[in-house]
């Protein structure tokens, strides 16, 4: 894989964006009076509006030519054949087949997967419907009115975010919850108003070794068993999901209820699979089919739209034209819905654990910026939080807009105003308001440039009809591919995540440390961080 930066087309790219700082948005906008309908893409419901960002079509070309100096399109079908593109991990990296058509075939070392993934999703749509109808009782008896997922990180980000934000289409009558961190509170907060009888819990995990979902969930043994007063319990009470039968069987959840996946799905990747149980014991099989096709549907036009219309790959090509020629340092996403609220969480582990890597796939250091630092919250409430740093800050931060055209909950004028809001932003954002424009409101001269708005600030806009399982998982697909493209453009890893070991490793070193009666052997640590577990030691509860 050729480095990125010795290709001819980064050096043009180079040149082409010192050429284009003089020339705003605002000019850009004066000079083109159709490049709001011209700069824009539509795929698998969603349509794109990139007329905001800071390119020509000179640049857009320079990009398209750049992605295919890259090898993109060879990536792509990589990818969806099978190959082997996680080469640290010597795997696949598949997730795409987990919403395969059952009639589809994708083979992994000359076995097609398709017939297993939908093995799987038949077992999870039968539990679903036994626990949904009431006919999966808990160890007393009663049906289940609350299920809680244990897991962290991919375990836990894809359908904790996914049960909120489709949360419209689910059984009220469930009440599901999702405990990820090891800190006790996350637990006895989260369970404080659940009867154990009626609780079910889904303990979620690739590797079935992850500390804070193994302590939680034997946290969550203790409670039942503690409870409904027999080990018995734990067979109607607990579920798993991993790729790691053993030790789910080590743990004491039987075969009968646990759900498996596979080493080619990555943590971050794994919402289509049993990681997302919790998910469709809310809101049922029919609309998890829903969600896949969504998901189908941008895979589809990944694969086949060309660059120019292609949804991911515009994203993505935009991303490295502001990370690696105009110097920007993080990209907000910001959706105007509050069922997405937890959407810039997700894309944070989706994005950062991705691309926040600083070798290249054959293992030399990277001199070219890569990952993103990812965040965001919803609007409007950003607006009255960080907007102010985006409008008129020092950094140059590129936004994705997220909204839909209808609300779920028509309310009076809410929707308008909020869409209207979106709007206002990005146009604000691009435009800003000039010093004379704002003399001309009659602003006192003193106060003219501290109201003066620089624009200049670029964004996308993604726009569905309305948020529904389908849009929502072609929304989860056009950022997994986008991630995914400038993973290749940058030529790292995407699908590997090294380092978050070495914390992992030092806390199991530091651990016994904290708890031993005798003041323990500090030799191996640093004076910083043997002052820390010193002062921890003394001031602990006894
Ligand atoms: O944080 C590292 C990580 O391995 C993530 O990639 C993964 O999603 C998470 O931990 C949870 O892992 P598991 O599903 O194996 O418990």
């Not at 079935?208 to 409904?228: D, K």
């Not at 515009?314 to 490295?320: A, D, F, Q, S, Y």
């Amino acid at each position: 894989m050729p480095r990125p930066t010795d290709s001819s087309s980064w050096k043009r790219l180079e040149q082409h964006a010192a050429a284009l700082a003089p020339h705003t948005l605002r000019d850009l906008f004066a000079r083109e009076p159709d490049r709001g309908e011209r700069l824009a893409a539509e795929g698998a419901g969603w349509r794109l509006d990139y007329s905001k960002n800071r390119v020509t079509d000179e640049t857009l070309s320079l990009l398209f030519e750049f992605a295919t100096d890259a090898g993109l399109r060879g990536r792509i079908d990589a990818m969806f054949d099978g190959e082997r593109i996680n080469t640290t991990e010597n795997r696949a990296a598949l997730h795409v087949a987990l919403r395969a058509d059952r009639d589809a075939c994708i083979e992994v070392d000359g076995v097609d997967i398709v017939p297993e993934v939908h093995t799987v999703l038949d077992r999870m749509a039968s539990f679903a419907g036994c626990v949904r109808g009431g006919n999966w009782l808990g160890h007393t008896g009663r049906p289940i009115r609350n299920v809680v997922n244990l897991g962290i990180g991919g375990s836990d980000l894809g359908p904790a975010l996914a049960t909120d934000a489709l949360r419209a289409y689910a059984d009220r009558n469930l009440t599901l919850r999702f405990i990820s961190n090891i800190d006790a509170t996350d637990f006895t907060e989260k369970t404080l108003d659940l009867d154990p009888a009626e609780t079910l819990f889904v303990v979620c995990s690739k590797t079935f070794t992850t500390q804070e979902t193994l302590t939680n969930a034997h946290t969550a043994r203790r409670w039942i068993v503690e409870a409904l007063g027999t080990d018995a319990a734990v067979a109607r009470h607990f579920v798993a999901v991993s790729t790691h039968a053993e030790a789910v069987a080590r743990f004491g959840i039987d075969a009968q209820n646990s759900f498996g996946f596979w080493d080619w799905v990555g943590g971050r990747y794994s919402i289509g699979s049993a990681v997302g149980l919790s998910l469709m014991l809310s809101i049922g099989p029919e609309h998890f089919g829903e969600m896949l096709s969504g998901f189908r549907a941008m895979d589809g036009h990944f694969r086949e739209a060309p660059f120019e219309r292609n949804l991911p790959v515009l994203l993505g090509l935009l991303g490295v034209w502001y990370a690696n020629f105009l110097g920007t340092e993080s990209t907000a996403v910001i959706p105007y819905d509050q069922y997405l609220a937890r959407l810039p969480a997700y894309l944070q582990q989706l994005d950062m654990e991705s691309n926040g890597k600083s070798v290249a796939l054959d293992g030399t250091p990277v001199d070219w910026t890569t990952g993103p630092i990812v965040w965001g919250e919803p609007g409007t409430n950003g607006q009255h939080a960080f907007f102010q740093l985006l409008h008129q800050g020092t950094r140059l931060v590129p936004c994705d807009f997220i909204g839909f055209c209808q609300s779920l909950h028509p309310t009076g004028d809410h929707h308008d105003l909020l869409m209207s809001n979106l709007f206002a932003q990005t146009e604000a954002l691009a435009l800003g308001r000039t010093p004379d424009e704002v003399r001309a409101d009659g602003v006192a001269e003193e106060l003219v440039t501290h109201r003066s708005f620089p624009g200049n600030r670029p964004t996308n806009t993604l726009l569905a009809d309305r948020l529904t399982p389908e849009s929502f998982g072609a929304l989860l697909a056009l950022y997994e591919h986008k991630v995914f493209v400038q993973g290749t453009l940058w030529n790292v890893d995407s699908f590997d995540q090294w380092g978050v070991e070495l914390g992992k490793t030092l806390a199991r070193r530091i651990t016994p440390a904290l708890s031993c009666a005798e003041e323990p052997e500090l030799a191996s640590h640093d004076s910083s961080t043997r002052a820390l577990i010193r002062h921890y030691r003394r001031r602990k509860l006894p």
